[in-house]
């Protein structure tokens, strides 16, 4: 009986032992979900960066581009006012510090 007993217990230790390595493999793999669910969410959320800033940056572009074509004008406006007033352009090349081909780009803007 003794032998029986002793038996039972042994087997009934080894399924606990087999029990806790399948529990622990559980609480594992559980752990693991955790984990790749927070990974593909902060991913999700790092791509969303990269979408804002190329559409921030588009905008900014854009403002920059906007604005470059205003003082243009007003540069290509006030050159015209010089010539209008009998400058030549290579008077208002060689007061500017340009040449007289850039003068004429900016004239050609104002037209």
């Given at each position: 009986?003794?032998?029986?007993?002793?038996?039972r217990?042994?087997?009934?230790?080894?399924?606990?032992?087999?029990?806790?390595?399948?529990?622990q493999?559980?609480?594992?793999a559980?752990?693991?979900?955790?984990?790749?669910?927070?990974?593909?969410?902060?991913?999700?959320?790092?791509?969303?960066?990269?979408?804002?800033?190329?559409?921030?940056?588009?905008?900014?572009?854009?403002?920059?581009?906007?604005?470059?074509?205003?003082h243009?004008?007003?540069?290509?406006?006030?050159l015209?006012?010089?010539?209008?007033?009998?400058m030549?352009?290579?008077?208002?090349?060689?007061?500017?510090?340009?040449?007289?081909?850039?003068?004429?780009?900016?004239?050609t803007?104002?037209?």
């Open positions: 009986m003794a032998y029986t007993e002793s038996t217990n042994k087997r009934a230790q080894a399924r606990q032992a087999r029990q806790a390595v399948r529990r493999r559980l609480d594992d559980r752990a693991d979900l955790r984990s790749l669910k927070a990974f593909l969410t902060a991913n999700c959320r790092l791509l969303e960066v990269d979408v804002w800033l190329d559409d921030k940056l588009a905008d900014l572009h854009a403002t920059a581009e906007s604005r470059r074509a205003t243009r004008q007003d540069a290509a406006t006030a015209a006012d010089m010539t209008a007033r009998g030549s352009v290579e008077e208002i090349a060689r007061m500017a510090g340009m040449t007289t081909e850039t003068v004429h780009n900016y004239l803007r104002s037209a």
